[in-house]
């Protein structure tokens, strides 16, 4: 009976070598770090800087375009001294486009401006136009920039991007207008976003609520929901095998008080990935607000503010052993770059074999003493353990079966031998 429960006791042993668990552990995190109001009413995220614009007359920012490194701080703003004007940004020129009134003749100006250091590169005057410069429009060409008036027939001109002349056109048959694309999107194909998609509206997020496309950064993906007076805006952070998710509120205390008012629309309007961190861009119409006193509200409108915000996602340290000892991280999540220790603890009995640390795709994470540096990506710590000097209990094991399985035998042997000199007597 006691050899039957040895046995049981050393198969239940390998069953657990060979299906390990895991120890998860909390939900993923993403951390607001930084945040700017801008003040502008369009953001272009440049990979390096921030492209800061106003089409037209802001209240207190009264400045064409800037640029705005990844810190916050301004490398210039273009102050506005002609009154209303057009602005086009093609991803590598900011074209300016206004009208000066002399002497009753309107002068139509455009000039082209280095987007990073704010330098004018080129300029064109087209003398004795009809129109003010809210009423063009500047479009893209291949090749060229088109002015268009209001006047279908009139006023319309084709400038080449080396600003050498302009040519008047009656209309832009002939001309294709350029699609713009920012070179830093980095959004994930359609089809990966419609599946995401998927996934959230069988996970009860409405379709009607979801906004933009999504962007992968590390192990997770992420998307938004649309806000207004009843649905707050929201980051939905997804890991990549579509295991779980969750929503994390773009409303914050900083900048805004929570209050719904009917005016109240706050929108993350694009999704950007930086150095590892989910760049967030806000819109925010209604009612005034100010970032320092987010309760202080004046008129019955105002122009737009727009909001950048990064978050840093947090990832997560999960342990993985075969039940034989325990694994101990010094914390369960951490960021990019965090020093991380652990600490490995056998049970009774039981001493470690192997010890290792790979990230989500199973790439060997190096470590020493215990120590590693977090990758931008999850990682696990497993141990493997197995019992204490193993060849010398197996040989004890083996011993004393045989001595028993012996000393049956001789058992059974003697009484053989009394029962047959029983029976001869």
């Known amino acids: 009976m006691k050899i039957g429960d040895n046995m049981k006791k050393v198969f239940i042993t390998l069953l657990l070598l060979f299906i390990p668990f895991i120890v998860k552990a909390e939900l993923k995190e993403l951390r607001l770090i930084d945040q700017y109001n801008t003040g502008y009413r369009d953001i272009y995220y440049m990979g390096d800087y921030f492209l800061l614009m106003n089409d037209v007359y802001e209240e207190n920012k009264d400045y064409a375009f800037a640029a705005m490194d990844i810190n916050g701080n301004y490398l210039y703003e273009h102050e506005n001294i002609n009154g209303s004007r057009k602005l086009l940004f093609d991803y590598e020129y900011v074209y300016v486009l206004y009208v000066i009134n002399i002497n009753g003749i309107k002068h139509l100006y455009l000039e082209k401006y280095n987007p990073k250091t704010g330098e004018l590169l080129s300029d064109i005057v087209i003398e004795n136009v009809e129109y003010y410069a809210w009423d063009y429009n500047i479009y893209p060409y291949e090749g060229y920039i088109g002015i268009k008036s209001p006047n279908y027939n009139k006023n319309n001109y084709i400038i080449p991007n080396d600003f050498s002349s302009y040519q008047p056109v ?93 005016e109240d629309r706050l929108e993350v309007t694009d999704l950007y990935e930086y150095d590892g961190k989910v760049i967030a861009v806000l819109e925010y119409n209604g009612m ?40 101990k991280a010094s914390q369960n999540t951490a960021d990019t770059g965090e020093g991380i220790t652990f600490e490995v603890i056998p049970n009774k009995g039981y001493v470690l ?53 012996s000393i049956l035998s001789i058992t059974i042997s003697i009484n053989e031998i009394k029962r047959e000199k029983e029976l001869k007597i």
């Open 170 to 262: 009656t209309n832009f048959n002939g001309y294709t207008e350029r699609i713009i694309e920012n070179p830093y999107h980095n959004y994930i194909s359609e089809s990966d976003n419609n599946r995401l998609y998927d996934y959230l509206e069988n996970n009860h997020i409405e379709l009607d609520t979801l906004s933009g496309k999504s962007i992968l950064v590390g192990n997770y993906y992420y998307t938004y929901t649309k806000g207004n007076k009843e649905i707050k805006p929201n980051l939905i952070m997804i890991d990549k095998d579509y295991e779980d998710y969750e929503l994390k509120s773009i409303l914050n205390k900083d900048f805004y008080d929570g209050s719904k008012v009917e």
């Open 288 to 327: 005034c607000i100010t970032a320092q006193n987010a309760s202080e509200r004046y008129g019955d409108g105002c122009t737009t503010n727009t909001y950048i915000q990064i978050y840093k996602p947090i990832y997560n340290v999960y342990t993985k052993t075969d039940g034989n000892g325990e694994v």
């Open 353 to 405: 074999s192997e010890v290792k640390v790979t990230d989500s795709e199973g790439n060997v994470v190096t470590f020493t003493d215990y120590k590693f540096t977090m990758p931008s990506s999850d990682v696990t710590i497993e141990a493997v353990f197995v019992p204490e000097n193993p060849n010398t209990k197996s040989f004890i094991g083996y011993i004393a079966i045989i001595l028993i399985i």
